[in-house]
């Protein structure tokens, strides 16, 4: 990688990634719920996005408008609704961990869809980030079947964003960040609508207690997700980029068992042994980050 400072994205991310899903599970067990919460998210980020459209110099363009950022919007919109999903149904120190296959899919992704080959340290580093996630969910409670939806979730998410992420490296860098995001992300915002109908309550009924949760959640997952989209479309190296970004599986675990109880969150009585393996997990996390900067 030409510049490895623009890690530095992914690295924020990873952070900003780890604290929203705590706030917005917190939020969910208020009372948000699912769809609600994923209709604010992602208003969010689609309001957030849309001033960056100062920015883009060139005209508009017209009636060749490229599809591609809509088609990646697609699976983000997808990735988004399973993320939810398998934070609502498990914990977040399962399923944020186990979205870091992701890395695995945008390598193999890379090979059929950019140009640029992928190294072998960088395959290397997403089998070990598979390997660290997998190890992470050995063990945990004896609701297996809440589990296996968990796991089942968070993978349909990983495999999802790989393929938006993929998409906003190969096409992101022709249209320019200011305009490919803010397409991107309004795309999203837009389809969120079809969230509306299927509502329990309507968005004036979330409990009061929620939103102190909810907002700061949805802000912040906004933010993470414009850093990642920036790293891709401006400087590529999607496998790499997702390499770093898979640290918010350890860091949600170190959030977890340091101030996981502010948030009423009690996974971190997992046990000895799983804190044991999520140790290791995290080892073999920073070497596969260690690999990807050599």
């Known amino acids: ?47 957030i996005s849309l001033p960056f459209l100062a920015g883009h110099q060139d005209p508009l363009p017209g009636e060749s408008l490229p599809l591609t950022p809509f088609l990646a919007a697609i699976f983000f919109f997808a990735g988004q609704i399973f993320t939810f999903l398998a934070l609502r149904k498990g914990d977040v120190s399962v399923a944020t961990p186990l979205m870091g296959s992701k890395v695995v899919f945008v390598a193999a992704f890379s090979v059929f869809l950019l ?46 964003f790989a393929v938006c992420d993929v998409l906003v490296q190969r096409h992101g860098e022709d249209l320019g960040f200011h305009l490919f995001v803010p397409l991107l992300f309004g795309s999203v ?78 996974e971190k009585s997992a046990g000895t042994k799983a804190m044991t393996r999520r140790f290791i997990s995290g080892i073999l996390i920073l070497i596969a980050v260690i690999l990807v900067l050599v």
């Open 1 to 47: 990688m030409d510049n490895p400072w623009i890690l530095l994205f992914p690295l924020f991310s990873a952070l900003g990634y780890a604290v929203s899903a705590l706030f917005l599970k917190k939020a969910m067990e208020e009372g948000a719920g699912v769809l609600r919460t994923g209709f604010i998210a992602n208003l969010a980020m689609g309001l």
């Open 115 to 160: 140009p640029e080959p992928v190294p072998l340290s960088w395959w290397l580093a997403a089998l070990l980030t598979f390997w660290s996630v997998w190890l992470l969910r050995i063990g945990r409670p004896a609701d297996r079947k809440k589990l296996m939806v968990s796991i089942l979730y968070a993978l349909l998410s990983a495999l999802s």
């Open 189 to 266: 915002a837009l389809a969120s609508f079809v969230f509306v109908p299927f509502f329990k309550e309507p968005l004036r009924a979330i409990p009061p207690q929620a939103w102190p949760w909810l907002a700061p959640g949805a802000i912040l997952l906004a933010f993470q997700a414009m850093s990642m989209a920036f790293a891709l479309s401006t400087y590529g190296s999607a496998t790499a980029v997702n390499v770093v970004y898979s640290l918010r599986g350890i860091l949600s675990i170190v959030l977890v068992i340091t101030i996981g109880s502010y948030f009423g969150n009690s």
